[in-house]
């Protein structure tokens, strides 16, 4: 049996090839035999790992968040204001590097995919939910500051993130009256005008 440190690196590796698959190839064009080849491992290797497709796929979504997370650490731990790390997210989450672009691909699949699957819609509940009430925990702390404008702040959170979200589709879907600039100026504003207390000039 593989030692615990390496079983935990070749884990990692299927995940990680599991997510590019899944970005280039879509969810339901998922193999294990296209995971293998992407990994430089057997098929029987992954199922070592998974005993299927679905928890594979699974594990693959949330390893997605978790790296997303991790990606945005110095984000989530800066002690800089509310309005500052409320534009850092804006910025950190416009399509334009490739992991970027890959991780919005990833998610796109598993919203397509949520609503013929309670397994999977339960996982967008959960993941979706730490996002939104870690975004949610800013515009908290900018409120009691006196920085960001009164209301709900999960309202508020929610209505920053389906911005996001939703322009973020747009930009992946290739349109060109939305741009990844458009998209980042649009969602800048956003946060500079009606989540500001005072409107950002």
């Not at 029987?44 to 693959?60: E, P, R, S």
């Not at 349109?175 to 998209?183: E, N, P, V, Y």
């Amino acid at each position: 049996m593989p030692r615990p440190s390496v079983e935990a690196e070749r884990r990692a590796q299927i995940l990680r090839a599991t997510c590019q698959v899944i970005a280039e190839s879509g969810l339901r064009n998922l193999r294990i035999s296209d995971v293998a080849r992407r990994a430089g491992v057997s098929g029987g290797t992954v199922h070592y790992y998974f005993d299927t497709k679905q928890d594979l796929a699974q594990a693959a979504f949330e390893d997605c968040f978790e790296r997303s997370l991790e990606r945005r650490r110095w984000l989530l731990d800066s002690r800089a204001d509310a309005l500052t790390r409320l534009r850092q997210i804006v910025h950190s989450y416009v399509p334009g590097t490739p992991e970027t672009v890959e991780a919005w691909k990833v998610w796109i699949e598993l919203w397509a995919e949520s609503p013929r699957s309670p397994r999977l819609r339960e996982l967008n509940e959960r993941l979706y939910g730490d996002w939104r009430r870690i975004v949610a925990d800013i515009v908290r702390d900018g409120q009691s500051r006196g920085q960001l404008t009164d209301g709900d702040p999960l309202v508020l959170a929610n209505m920053l993130v389906g911005m996001i979200d939703g322009l973020a589709v747009q930009v992946l879907a290739g349109s060109h009256s939305l741009t990844a600039g458009r998209m980042r100026t649009t969602c800048l504003a956003f946060v500079d005008t009606v989540l500001a207390r005072t409107p950002v000039r």
